[in-house]
């Protein structure tokens, strides 16, 4: 029997067919006269003899809507129909996405068929009440050691990868696709190259065999439109949503957040927005936590969001990292020199931080990392006295153990991309790579029955 509730749906529906006709084309942006239009939406544009073009409508102005083409627009011109079509234009999602390698609007690439055993669903789901969030608890094991001894992710963190071109970015993100023990892995490829977006897939992520059963892809090129480059990111943070919606423990992989920020700003400038910093309009940085708040813990299951973040000219400065740090709950900032020096992957310790590691940790373990900490310390001060050729040893009893340790530290830190570490044997490894030799009378360190890592007394 119908219910009151369904009267009510069924009285919301608006069931008129709206259409109007492009007025205007300049550069990217399309502007139409269409009845009753409003932000988000999914249009269609039919051009004479040309395969229908959807667009998104991104800005109203003077009773007109400016939209954004989702492909080609070969073939438009003043007076092409424009027909708007219900709602932002749903995905389909579910258990049959796992295993696929989708483009920006969930449509599969991959030439295995159509999608099965799945759902149409919203892509602009609400936002979920903080209040009824569940707490970051428990340890993620992502398979890299590094990361699990000295940066350990919570379960439900968003945290930022932040490098320069070329540091090993994606070779990171595939280790931890390959070795994570999260239930569902989505990764989204923004605005790469369509080398790139193979080469991960086959090399890096290796869908095949038991992974496919829990790996989606979503990938928009570079070559693509902004707003397609926009929409993928939407499209793989809401499969990922509808995952964590059924309980379950997912890894969001996003490559990368700048390209995506990027996509906002040519957005934004086409339709009008004054530029800000450095050429960015105010909705880029909008965009940020709009997007990141959509991840982390839910009412039941999480997703831990891991987005690299391509800073320009490894500026420390640039504005997008900066952002972007602010939003998340830390960053692991991978160093050009550490990758020039054949060390991967290029983690720079001491300029990284996971904020929620001590929610997630024992004290042994934080007394641990701390060590490690301090010997990178050390050792990076040390380094730069041996290289002007200013430091004796024996001048510093501390820098002369940090030297000492130096090969320990490094062997930790380094990790083949086909090794899988898991969280447990990073913390062992972890106690023994700060283990200082007693016979040293200049270890600041000694290790307690008790496990833990304390001062020597004077």
Not at 66 to 72: A, E, H, I, N, Q
Request: with cysteine; net charge negative.
């Amino acid at each position: 029997m119908f219910n009151a509730e369904w009267f009510q749906s069924l009285k919301e529906v608006d069931t008129f067919e709206y259409r109007g006709r492009v007025s205007r084309v300049t550069g990217m942006m399309v502007e139409a006269v269409l009845p009753n239009a409003s932000i988000g939406e999914t249009c269609v544009l039919a051009p004479p003899n040309q395969p229908p073009i959807m667009a998104e409508i991104v800005g109203l102005r003077e009773g007109k809507c400016l939209m954004m083409p989702l492909g080609s627009s070969k073939g438009l011109s003043v007076g092409t129909p424009v027909r708007r079509t219900s709602g932002d234009g749903g995905i389909k999602v579910g258990p049959g996405c796992l295993g696929r390698v989708l483009d920006g609007l969930g449509r599969p690439i991959d030439g295995l068929g159509e999608l099965e055993d799945v759902v149409s669903i919203n892509n602009s789901p609400r936002p979920i009440n903080p209040l009824h969030r569940k707490g970051i608890q428990r340890p993620l094991d992502l398979g890299v050691r590094a990361i699990n001894g000295l940066l350990t992710i919570g379960e439900g963190q968003r945290i930022a990868i932040v490098a320069g071109a070329g540091v090993g970015k994606s070779t990171l993100l595939g280790m931890m696709a390959r070795n994570t023990d999260a239930e569902v892995v989505v990764i989204g490829l923004i605005g790469e190259r369509g080398r790139e977006v193979q080469e991960f897939v086959e090399n890096d992520l290796r869908v095949d065999g038991a992974l496919a059963r829990h790996v989606c892809v979503v990938a928009a090129t570079g070559d693509e439109p902004p707003s397609m480059r926009l929409r993928a990111a939407n499209t793989a943070t809401t499969i990922a949503e509808y995952f964590r919606g059924q309980g379950l423990r997912v890894l969001l992989l996003m490559d990368s957040l700048t390209r995506v920020v990027m996509a906002q700003r040519e957005i934004g400038l086409s339709v009008g927005e004054p530029p800000a910093t450095r050429g960015y309009p105010p909705s880029a940085f909008a965009l940020i936590p709009g997007l990141l708040e959509r991840t982390g813990m839910g009412e039941k299951g999480s997703i831990t969001a891991i987005y690299t973040t391509l800073v320009e000219g490894d500026d420390p400065d640039d504005p997008v990292g900066d952002a972007v740090r602010g939003t998340t709950d830390g960053h692991i900032v991978l160093s050009r020199s550490i990758a020039e020096q054949g060390q991967y992957p290029a983690i720079d310790v001491v300029k990284s931080v996971s904020r929620v590691m001590r929610q997630v940790t024992d004290e042994v373990h934080q007394a641990a990392a701390q060590t490690f900490r301090q010997f990178m310390v050390d050792l990076n001060n040390a380094n730069e006295l041996v290289s002007l050729g200013a430091y004796r040893k024996g001048t510093n009893p501390t820098y002369d153990t940090a030297l000492l340790m130096a090969p320990k530290l490094k062997e930790f830190l380094v990790q083949n991309p086909d090794d899988a570490v898991g969280l447990d044997a990073s913390i062992r490894a972890l106690e023994e790579a700060v283990v200082v030799p007693q016979a040293e009378t200049a270890n600041p360190f000694r290790r307690e029955a008790s496990r833990s890592y304390v001062p020597l007394k004077s």
